[in-house]
Nanobody, 122 residues
């Protein structure tokens, strides 16, 4: 099973920008959806944004209008452009991808990246 590798995290001041990328090679074909999640210290993991195989996107209310999720099929990457960052965006960010074994309504494989830290200071 292919592993996802996330990169692009770092430290930035409030109002700044970061771009996260995740290598999703092996999950572009027969894709059933991909997304970015985050987990802040002491909190549960939450969905940040998702994109399906028709490029339909969903965002959490807290990032709507500031973050943009996209996928680059040629480069086999899932990306998250984060603008106007706030201190409350500080978290460990994970990428996730799901692909069909037969079809998306049946058996699927899901993989997670290792997490990349985003720290936003005031």
């Amino acid at each position: 099973q292919e592993q996802l590798v996330a990169s692009g995290g770092g430290s930035v001041q409030a109002g700044g920008s970061l771009r996260l990328s995740c290598s999703v090679a092996g999950y572009i074909s027969n894709n059933c959806g991909m997304g970015w999640y985050r987990q802040a210290s002491g909190k549960e993991r939450e969905l940040v944004a998702s994109i399906d195989n028709t490029d339909t996107t969903i965002y959490s209310a807290s990032v709507e209008g500031r973050f943009t999720i996209s996928r680059d099929i040629d480069a086999n990457t899932l990306n998250l452009q984060m603008n106007s960052l706030k201190t409350e965006d500080t978290a460990l960010y994970f990428c996730m991808a799901t692909k069909a074994i037969d079809d998306c309504g049946g058996s699927t494989l899901q993989s997670w990246g290792q997490g990349t830290q985003v720290t936003v200071s005031s």
